[in-house]
């Protein structure tokens, strides 16, 4: 297989105007994370052409669409907005493809899911009436999961960036993703207590999160095989008083927490756990990645532990230019200068996108769905390419922690 590199060219224009986020959010969080406030909290789900950008038009005025799949409001509204940033980013690098000999601008169409599994059946339908050629997204694995069925059924490749759950993938042909999974992320993350000496362990989760749950599920199955679960809570949707369950956590004396939770919920969870007089430390996954977070627990920012899927030391020299650019491209909007995971998940998903667009050498969403089983891309994440489950095959993660109110880069961890 050929291997393709993703082309990294520096942005010398950054428009200023950022797309407004389509739909209305149930408990909206749009404040959270990177979030614009300019970003349209009461206008409808349906999908939206970006205008983030002027973009070139192609020879003739052929356009492709290609669709964007995330919350932009909800529990999750934060961290979406986060992934499309990367994807908006990606598309001005990167606005046009040549198919067949004819120049294509990409346009891309935002779906807001609202961090909900029924309103993301709704996304995803629109996106298939806007004709497009395929999908990126989603941030949180259940409204991937519910809108799967959508993508597979109309035959138009979906590519998730961060959305971690198996069952994003399993039994659909057209669901992709960029990312690793739970079941090495809970891996990850029970080795890692492990090796900072913890013997018990306690998880909390939240009851009908597919993300929360699932990756709770691998953590306790990692740790099981050396340690003890000493005590299993869970917290409904929307909750924001845990101190029951963090009281009956408390009386078991676990030598460390993993609370795999929201944006919105984790500073709520490790303040309450503090103020409680909690000490050990408390573990999650990549969603708490997110500097509200550390904004939001104030002086409780000891002993934090997440595992994510990027970091600026850790590229190489093309890399190093989507993190010039990004930043200038995040500031120039009004964002903090600080790099998510999931913002190059979400810019390497875009082109890995279109790389399968110009290895097809067709606008048919099916053809595109066949080149994406054989390409191979270097992108900012690292290697990309894709298993039989279509599944990325990347085997390291990077273990964070908190220090003087940003998060600073451990190690990197591989699970054979």
Not at 13 to 27: F, K, P, Q, R
Not at 246 to 267: G, Q
């Amino acid at each position: 297989m050929k291997k393709k590199v993703v082309s990294l060219m520096l942005c010398t224009a950054l428009t200023a105007a950022m797309v407004s986020g389509c739909g209305g959010g149930d408990n909206a969080s749009s404040s959270e994370g990177n979030t614009p406030a300019t970003d349209d909290a009461g206008a409808s789900n349906e999908a939206t052409d970006s205008t983030d950008a002027e973009q070139p038009a192609a020879s003739g005025g052929n356009v492709i669409k290609v669709g964007v799949f995330e919350p932009q409001t909800g529990e999750n509204g934060g961290g979406g907005l986060q992934e499309v940033y990367g994807i908006r980013y990606a598309n001005q690098e990167r606005p046009t493809v040549t198919v067949g000999g004819t120049e294509y601008t990409i346009q891309l169409v935002e779906a807001d899911n609202k961090s909900d599994k029924t309103e993301a059946v709704t996304a995803a339908q629109s996106l298939i009436s806007e004709g497009v050629v395929g999908v990126l997204g989603s941030y949180g694995s259940g409204v991937s999961i519910a809108a799967g069925e959508i993508f597979k059924e109309a035959q138009v490749p979906a590519i998730g960036c961060s959305c971690t759950n198996p069952q994003v993938t399993e039994g659909n042909d057209y669901y992709f993703r960029v990312c690793f999974l739970d079941p090495f992320q809970g891996t990850v993350m029970a080795n890692f207590a492990k090796e900072e000496g913890a013997q018990t362990a306690a998880i909390i989760t939240q009851l009908g999160d597919d993300y929360s749950s699932g990756l709770g599920a691998f953590f306790k199955s990692a740790f099981s095989s050396f340690g003890e679960i000493v005590a299993e809570e869970q917290f409904q949707t929307n909750q924001t008083d845990f101190k029951a369950s963090l009281t009956n956590i408390k009386d078991k004396n676990p030598e460390v927490i993993f609370a795999p939770s929201s944006i919105a919920t984790a500073p709520l969870i490790i303040k309450q756990a503090r103020e409680l007089g909690i000490t050990c430390p408390i573990m999650a996954g990549d969603t708490w990645e997110n500097a509200t977070i550390i904004e939001n627990v104030g002086e409780y920012t000891q002993d934090i532990y997440l595992s994510t899927f990027f970091d600026e030391d850790g590229v190489d020299e093309a890399g190093a230019a989507f993190i010039t650019g990004f930043k200038e491209y995040l500031t120039t909007n009004g964002q903090s200068d600080i790099i998510p995971a999931v913002s190059a998940l979400g810019y390497d998903a875009y082109n890995v996108l279109i790389d399968a667009i110009e290895a097809a050498d067709s606008v048919e969403p099916t053809a595109i769905r066949d080149a994406l089983t054989t390409v191979e891309t270097t992108g900012v994440t690292g290697a990309i390419s894709f298993n039989e489950n279509g599944d990325a095959n990347k085997d390291m993660a990077f273990i964070k922690t908190v220090e003087d109110g940003s998060f600073k880069f451990l190690k990197t961890v591989t699970v054979e």
